[in-house]
């Protein structure tokens, strides 16, 4: 079996950083394909079966799954044209990212992550979700030793003066809290990317993570069921 990624895509990824303009990238787009690019879409590929498992309804498409390698510049005082890097997210066909519930894997040069939750903060959904802990505190609380099992931490800020119920478990007081929220892998070792069975590695915690991904589906879609009220 083959791996995905070639550890050759990291001395690329570091000779975007250090040489990124149009120039570099027109002479060397085939590189970026065979390194980057096409790596990526294969990686996609191979996991799409198993998400479509998740949710039927999930984006596969491997165009539609990575990340652009170009950088919105618009309102940014670095003007690079390019990332140097690359990020996979799996969320429902058709919503925006800054509301839908993801699954995502980033390979940086710094470090290799991967996880579930929302991009940014998404407050209407969150309110949903501390009503539903409050209403129902094991619905959480039953999911924790999952995320445990499959060594997942909770992370995003959080907000600082809001009032924790004195009702709900010690256990769920940093969900209620958070202003953001997201569950990343620990103990990544960055060269499990250029070993096979990278697919199956993500596909057997993605698929640990289902129960969370469907309860903060269902927060997204009691959002849209109120805003057609």
């Not at 060397?28 to 879409?41: A, E, H, I, K």
């Not at 939750?117 to 979700?129: F, K, T, V």
């Not at 800020?157 to 569950?183: C, D, H, I, M, T």
Request: hydrophobic share 40%; with cysteine; aromatic share 12%.
């Amino acid at each position: 079996m083959d791996s995905f990624f070639h550890p050759d895509m990291l001395t690329f990824m570091m000779d975007i950083r250090f040489n990124n303009n149009r120039e570099f990238m027109n002479e060397n787009r085939g590189t970026y394909y065979r390194l980057m690019r096409d790596p990526y879409y294969r990686l996609i590929d191979a996991m799409a079966p198993a998400m479509k498992k998740i949710d039927d309804l999930m984006e596969v498409r491997p165009a539609k799954c990575l990340s652009r390698i170009f950088r919105d510049t618009r309102y940014s005082h670095d003007k690079s044209p390019y990332r140097n890097h690359h990020w996979v997210t799996f969320r429902r066909q058709g919503e925006p990212r800054e509301l839908s519930v993801m699954y995502w894997f980033e390979i940086r040069l710094e470090a290799v992550s991967w996880g579930l939750g929302y991009w940014g903060a998404n407050r209407p959904a969150l309110d949903i979700l501390r009503q539903r802990m409050v209403a129902n505190p094991r619905e959480i609380s039953s999911l924790l030793p999952i995320l445990k099992k499959h060594g997942f931490v909770l992370e995003g800020s959080q907000y600082k003066r809001r009032a924790v119920p004195g009702n709900l478990p010690p256990a769920l007081a940093p969900w209620y809290l958070k202003r953001e929220l997201y569950l990343t892998k620990t103990g990544v070792q960055p060269e499990w990317v250029f070993q096979p069975g990278l697919d199956k590695r993500l596909v057997k915690d993605f698929t640990a993570l289902a129960p969370v991904y469907r309860l903060l589906r269902g927060c997204h879609e009691l959002v849209n069921a109120e805003n057609m009220l």
